[in-house]
Nanobody
């Protein structure tokens, strides 16, 4: 089992920045990829970004390319999401995810965090 704990959400104005963190514990060696999803009120959960552990490859949703950056600290088993130039449409609950097969860009994951709220005011 893998446990994921997110932190770093909050309220920010349009154009501002936030950094989310996700610390993994447990059997972290089995994870191929970690990343982030988000779910806005009344909408389905959507993929945001993924970091593939072995290759270092990263992938982003088109809506966040150029504004968000995913990175990791292997020693801490932690993945980060740096969010810049935030827009009101980025408002959502952001969920950390970890998957043994790298399926995050396809909307699938073995493990999920509890979520952290990000609110961008206009």
């Amino acid at each position: 089992q893998v446990q994921l704990v997110e932190s770093g959400g909050g309220l920010v104005q349009t154009g501002g920045s936030l950094r989310l963190s996700c610390a993994a514990s447990g059997r972290t060696s089995i994870n191929i990829a970690m990343g982030w999803f988000r779910q806005a009120p009344g909408k389905e959960r959507e993929f945001v970004a993924a970091h593939f552990w072995n290759s270092g490859y990263t992938r982003y949703a088109d809506s966040v390319k150029g504004r968000f950056t995913i990175s990791r600290d292997s020693a801490k088993n932690t993945v980060y999401l740096q969010m810049n130039s935030l827009k009101p449409e980025d408002t959502a609950v952001y969920y950390c995810a970890a998957d043994r097969a790298g399926r995050l860009p396809y909307g699938l994951s073995d493990y999920w965090g509890q979520g952290t709220q990000v609110t961008v005011s206009s």
